[in-house]
DNA sequence: GCAAGGTC
C-alpha cells in the first residue's frame, strides 16, 4: 500500500519520475510511492445543453441568435470524459490505484498557465477523492529536478485556495463561453443564404484569420509608388546613400523625389567622379541560434510542401518510437544533460544528416542554449539514434511519410549540431565618399562560417566584391515595399510575439494551423500552397464578419491572461474574469449582424441552390417501401445496413470516434413527416 | 456543428 499517489500528466513524465524515485512504485524519502500517469487533459465540459436544467436544454442547444448571449449562471460547469478510446479506462485505473492512497501528489507539467493543475484536478474531482492533495513543482525532468521537488511538497487539498488551478479552469470557461461566437456568425450567414457548414471564431482563430485577411487586404490595395533618389555607385558596384531614420518623413521627402526630372536636377548639383573613402572594417560574430519549437519545424517543412497536419502527425509517430524529442515543447534551449546527450550523439547524427564531423568543434555548451532548467528541452534528435535514415520508417504507419519524417530529422539534427558549430566570423565595412561624407555604404563580409556551414536556413551570403576607389552620381530608383504574401512563418512569429504571453501556445498554434488548413477538416478556413496562405470562401466570411469585434482583437488575449494572473494571485475573483466574456458577446453579436453585409461585397450575393439535394435510397418501414438519405452524416449506408434497416431491426456503425446504433423510425420537419435513420441518442 | 488547452 504506497502513502503517495505520483499523478503526472502524460507516459513520458511517468517514465521520467519513475528514473527519478527508483521505479514505477517503491519507497522515496521515507514515504512508499506509486506513479501513475493521465494522458493531457482526460475530461472537457459538456455540450452546453447538457450543462443545464431540462426547460433551458432547447435553448442553449439552439445556434439561433435570438437565444444569445447565454446567461452563464445556468451552466453547471460539468465535466465529462473526452472521446478519445482508452480514457475511461485510465481514469478507471487511477481511481483504483487511489484507492490504497494516503494523499495524491500533484506532478503535471510545472506550466504558469496552470494547465498541469488543472488537468489533474479534473482527475481528482472525477474519481471522487477528497483526501489530503499534494503538489511537487519540478523545474525538468532530470532527476536532480524531481527529486527536490519531491522532497518540497506543497499542501493543495483545498483546491479553492489553489491559484493555478482557478486561473486555468477559468480559462477553460472563458473559451467554451465563446463558442457562442461560432453560432452567431454561422446563423448570420447562413440567414444571408449561404451554405457554409461552420463560420468558425474564437480569440485564436479569429486572430489568425483577421491577420491574413488583413495582409491579403494590403497586397490588394497596394499602390506601387516609385520615387527617384541620388545615389553614389563605385566601380565595384557598391551603392552610396544618405541614412536616414523610416519614421523622418521630413527628411524622407527631401531625398526621394516623386518625379524623376527633380532628381536629375539634383543629381547635376554634385561632381562626379568622385573617391570612395574606407571608413573602418570591424571584426564580428554570431553565435548559433536559438533551437526550433514545433512552429517553426512546421513554417521551415512547409516550403517543401508538407502540410502541418502531416507534420504534426509524423512528427508523433517519430517522437513515440524515440527518434526524436518531445514535440510539444516550449523549450528553445535545453539543459546540460540534454546538451550532453547531443554530443554524445553528435557523430552519428551528423553521419547520418549528411554534417561534417569536423564542424562540430564547439563542445562546450554555450550559456544561452544550455540552461539549468527546460522542461523537455528545444526540439531535436531524440535519444534512439537511428541506424539509417531509412530505419525510421519502423516508427510509420503510413511508409508513405517516409521522405517527411526523413526531412523532419534531419532538419532536427542540423538545427541541433549547429549549437555545436564555431561562431560565424565576418567583418562589417563602413566606406564613404570622400566629397560628400554623408553618402555612406555598409557591408559584411564572411570570414569563418562555423555553424552556418552545418545550419543555414537559405543560401549562405556570398563574399561580397571589394570596395572601389571611384564613385559616380546616379539616380536611383525605389518604391514603397508592396507587403509580402502571409506565410505560416510570418503568422507564427506574429502570433507568439504579439504583447506579453503571445497568442495561444506554440503547440496549440501549430494545432490549430493544422486544422485551419486542412482540407478534411470542419474549420477548413485556410489553404496552404508550400507556407503561403490564403483565405478559403469561408475563411474569408469569418475573417470578414469579424471586422471589428472584440473576439478577433488579440488584446482579447491580453486582457484574459492579464486576468488570469490576477486570479492566479487572488486579486481578482474568478467569476469576475469570466463574465468579461458576457461583454465581448454582447459587444460583437451586433456587430457580425452588420458585418453580414460585408460578405456580400467580398464574396458576392449567395447562389440560389445553396444546399445540395441529397443522394437517396431505398428501404422498407413497416412492410411499406421509403426512401432516406444515403449517407447519415459521413457515413454512407452499406447494402447489408440498408438490409438490416429495412428489416427492422438496430444497427450499429464505426462513427469518427466512436459507435453509432440506432434503426429506422419516422421524423417530423417543418410540419412533414418522413421515414429516417434515428439514432439511439436521439430518444 | 461550436473554443482553446492538453495528449496520443
Given at each position: ?284 560574430k554570431s553565435t548559433p541560434k536559438t533551437l526550433l ?49 547531443l554530443?554524445?550523439?553528435s557523430?552519428?547524427?551528423a553521419?547520418?544528416v549528411?554534417v561534417n564531423t569536423q564542424l562540430l568543434t564547439h563542445l562546450e555548451p554555450r550559456?544561452e542554449l544550455v ?42 539534427g542540423k538545427t541541433a549540431l549547429a549549437i555545436l558549430g564555431d561562431d560565424y566570423l565576418y ?19 564572411p570570414a569563418n562560417f562555423g555553424w552556418r556551414q552545418i545550419y543555414n536556413d537559405?543560401?549562405l551570403p ?222
Amino acid at each position: 500500500m504506497a502513502e503517495y499517489l505520483i499523478l503526472t500528466e502524460k507516459k513520458s513524465a511517468a517514465d521520467n519520475f519513475s528514473k527519478a524515485l527508483g521505479g514505477s512504485s517503491g519507497n522515496f524519502d521515507g514515504h512508499s510511492y506509486q506513479i501513475v500517469h493521465a494522458q493531457g487533459h482526460l475530461m472537457e465540459l459538456s455540450e452546453p445543453k447538457d450543462q443545464v436544467a431540462g426547460d433551458l436544454k432547447e435553448r442553449y442547444g439552439s445556434w439561433d441568435p435570438e437565444n444569445m448571449p447565454w446567461n452563464l449562471n445556468d451552466f453547471s460547469w460539468v465535466k465529462e470524459p473526452t472521446k478519445a478510446g482508452n480514457i475511461r479506462k485510465i481514469l478507471s485505473q487511477i481511481k483504483k490505484a487511489s484507492q490504497n492512497a494516503q494523499a495524491i501528489v500533484i506532478a503535471t507539467d510545472n506550466d504558469p498557465s496552470g494547465e498541469g493543475e488543472l488537468l489533474a484536478w479534473e482527475i481528482i474531482n472525477e474519481i471522487g477523492w477528497h483526501g489530503k492533495v499534494y503538489r511537487e513543482y519540478h523545474d525538468d525532468e532530470t532527476p536532480k529536478s524531481i527529486t527536490k521537488a519531491m522532497r518540497n511538497l506543497k499542501d493543495v487539498s483545498d483546491q479553492t485556495k489553489d491559484g493555478d488551478y482557478l486561473k486555468a479552469n477559468v480559462r477553460s470557461r472563458w473559451d467554451f463561453a465563446s463558442m457562442q461566437l461560432t453560432r452567431l456568425a454561422t446563423s448570420y450567414v447562413r440567414n444571408a443564404g449561404y451554405y457554409v457548414k461552420v463560420v468558425n471564431q474564437g480569440r485564436l482563430k479569429s486572430v489568425m484569420l483577421s491577420m491574413v485577411y488583413k495582409r491579403e487586404q494590403a497586397i490588394k490595395n497596394y499602390v506601387k509608388k516609385p520615387f527617384y533618389e541620388v545615389k553614389f555607385q563605385d566601380d565595384q558596384g557598391h551603392l552610396y546613400a544618405r541614412k536616414v531614420a523610416k519614421d523622418n518623413e521630413e527628411r524622407l521627402a527631401q531625398i526621394r523625389h516623386a518625379d524623376k526630372a527633380q532628381a536629375e536636377a539634383e543629381l547635376t548639383q554634385y561632381q562626379s567622379p568622385v573617391h570612395v573613402k574606407k571608413l573602418k572594417m570591424v571584426n564580428k560574430k554570431s553565435t548559433p541560434k536559438t533551437l526550433l519549437d514545433l512552429a517553426k519545424v512546421d513554417a521551415l517543412l512547409s516550403k517543401k510542401g508538407y502540410s502541418s497536419n502531416k507534420i504534426k502527425n509524423v512528427y508523433q509517430q517519430l517522437y513515440e518510437a524515440g527518434y526524436v524529442s518531445y514535440p510539444r515543447t516550449e523549450d528553445k534551449v535545453i539543459t546540460s544533460e540534454q546538451f550532453n546527450e547531443l554530443v554524445q550523439n553528435s557523430k552519428e547524427i551528423a553521419l547520418l544528416v549528411g554534417v561534417n564531423t569536423q564542424l562540430l568543434t564547439h563542445l562546450e555548451p554555450r550559456k544561452e542554449l544550455v540552461k539549468d532548467s527546460a522542461t523537455h528541452g528545444a526540439n531535436r534528435p531524440g535519444s534512439k539514434v537511428p541506424a539509417s535514415l531509412d530505419e525510421l520508417g519502423k516508427a510509420l504507419k503510413n511508409q508513405s511519410d517516409l521522405e517527411c519524417a526523413k526531412d523532419i530529422y534531419c532538419l532536427l539534427g542540423k538545427t541541433a549540431l549547429a549549437i555545436l558549430g564555431d561562431d560565424y566570423l565576418y567583418r562589417v565595412v563602413t566606406a564613404s565618399i570622400e566629397e560628400y561624407p554623408a553618402f555612406v555604404t555598409q557591408y559584411n563580409v564572411p570570414a569563418n562560417f562555423g555553424w552556418r556551414q552545418i545550419y543555414n536556413d537559405g543560401e549562405l551570403p556570398k563574399a561580397p566584391k571589394p570596395l572601389g576607389t571611384q564613385a559616380k552620381a546616379i539616380v536611383a530608383e525605389g518604391a514603397n515595399p508592396k507587403p509580402a504574401k502571409p506565410t505560416k512563418a510570418w503568422l507564427f512569429k506574429r502570433l507568439a510575439s504579439y504583447g506579453k504571453y503571445g497568442i495561444g501556445t506554440g503547440a496549440t498554434q501549430q494545432s490549430t494551423m493544422a486544422e485551419l488548413t486542412n482540407a478534411k477538416s470542419n474549420a477548413h478556413l485556410l489553404n496552404d500552397k508550400k507556407g503561403v496562405l490564403s483565405l478559403t470562401d469561408t475563411g474569408l466570411m469569418s475573417a470578414v464578419i469579424a471586422q471589428g469585434t472584440l473576439i478577433a482583437s488579440p488584446k482579447a488575449t491580453e486582457q484574459l491572461f492579464q486576468g488570469m494572473d490576477d486570479v492566479g494571485n487572488f486579486k481578482l475573483a474568478p467569476d469576475q474574469l469570466l463574465s468579461t466574456i458576457n461583454k465581448v458577446v454582447a459587444h460583437d453579436k451586433p456587430v457580425l449582424q452588420k458585418n453580414v453585409a460585408l460578405v456580400e461585397q467580398s464574396v458576392g450575393k449567395p447562389q440560389k441552390k445553396q444546399y445540395p439535394k441529397r443522394e437517396k435510397v431505398d428501404v422498407t418501414y413497416q412492410g411499406k417501401p421509403a426512401q432516406i438519405n444515403a449517407k447519415w452524416g459521413e457515413h454512407t449506408w452499406t447494402a447489408d445496413e440498408l438490409k438490416e434497416l429495412s428489416a427492422g431491426n438496430t444497427i450499429t456503425f464505426d462513427y469518427k470516434k466512436g459507435q453509432i446504433s440506432g434503426q429506422l423510425g419516422e421524423k417530423e420537419y417543418k410540419g412533414h413527416k418522413f421515414i429516417a435513420f434515428i439514432p439511439d441518442f436521439d430518444n
